[in-house]
């Protein structure tokens, strides 16, 4: 049984995202009030993942962060934004926090993006014990446009980032985050050619018998179904490098929302740029914006 943390001074928030979270049978959920009274929680028995906000008392989700990345390095923090918060959200994500979703999004978001860090972090934990001669991979992958091969193509770069010793566990897990979202969005807005704003309507409208799922109606219908997604890594002890390249039309790189300026937390779009940015030591784009180039470099 998966157990899921929420940790939140305001007790109508803390029940929001406990009541979405419960959505999942097979998860247990914990409340805490504050980060001190999370890390007592901890003390009894460490959660899977912990959802937390960022402004509260006694101990900030800023300092939650910081205590769980040194504590228990193989536990993600997922932070939850809100309006006035995105300065110490910034510092949170540099600091060591697996993702984040904005207050004004749970609905829509919090699931998925908790899903998506435990299936990462869970990865990792069931393949902590690897060879330690590995000094040097190189892999290509040529993807077929569908999500569901995205899990496993992590998992085997994680495999091989732990094999090189190039960051700690946090790290892997941080770079799995910055690699999915690349390869998510190489799929949908570059090959598939979907807005932000179709995939948000496409997420509202689920429980519509009667809606047209953009996605699968893409992927069978020329020239979307035969785009391929071209991934490369590069691993040494001292680097790693990905290369995500779709064939779509690509996009004007300039365009992009500034993903340092904690004002763009709160927009959907961009997001992806945000993590990848924040968890790679260097990201960039070919002038054609169909390829991204994401280096990360040994923690010093």
């Given amino acids: 049984m998966t157990t899921v943390l929420v940790v939140d001074d305001s007790a109508v928030d803390r029940r929001l995202a406990g009541g979405l979270l419960e959505k999942r049978d097979d998860w247990t959920i914990q409340y805490a009030t504050d980060g001190k009274e999370a890390l007592e929680v901890f003390a009894k028995q460490a959660p899977d993942v912990v959802v937390s906000d960022l402004q509260m008392p006694n101990l900030n989700g800023l300092e939650l962060v910081e205590q769980i990345r040194d504590r228990y390095p193989l536990v993600p923090v997922v932070l939850m934004t809100a309006h006035g918060s995105e300065d110490i959200a910034v510092q949170a994500l540099e600091r060591g926090a697996a993702s984040y979703v904005p207050k004004s999004r749970l609905g829509q978001d919090l699931l998925d993006t908790v899903d998506n860090v435990l299936s990462i972090a869970l990865a990792d934990r069931r393949h902590d014990q690897l060879m330690e001669c590995l000094t040097r991979a190189e892999t290509t992958f040529v993807l077929n446009n569908d999500a569901a091969t995205i899990p496993a193509l992590i998992d085997y770069l994680q495999d091989h980032i732990a094999r090189v010793g190039l960051c700690d566990e946090t790290g892997r897990i941080r770079l799995g985050v910055a690699i999915e979202e690349a390869i998510l969005n190489a799929l949908y807005h570059g090959n598939l050619e979907i807005s932000t704003e179709q995939l948000s309507e496409a997420s509202v409208d689920l429980l519509d018998p009667n809606r047209v799922d953009p996605i699968e109606q893409r992927r069978n ?61 260097e990201v960039r784009f070919n002038e054609q914006g169909n390829e991204v180039t994401m280096i990360k470099r040994r923690d010093t």
């Fill in 221 to 281: 219908m020329p020239p979307y179904r035969d785009r391929r997604i071209f991934v490369e890594a590069k691993l040494t002890p001292q680097e790693a490098v990905f290369v995500v390249r779709d064939e779509g039309p690509g996009f004007d790189p300039s365009a992009l929302p500034d993903p340092s300026d904690p004002a763009n937390l709160e927009r959907e779009s961009g997001r992806g740029l945000m993590l990848m940015r924040t968890f790679m030591d």
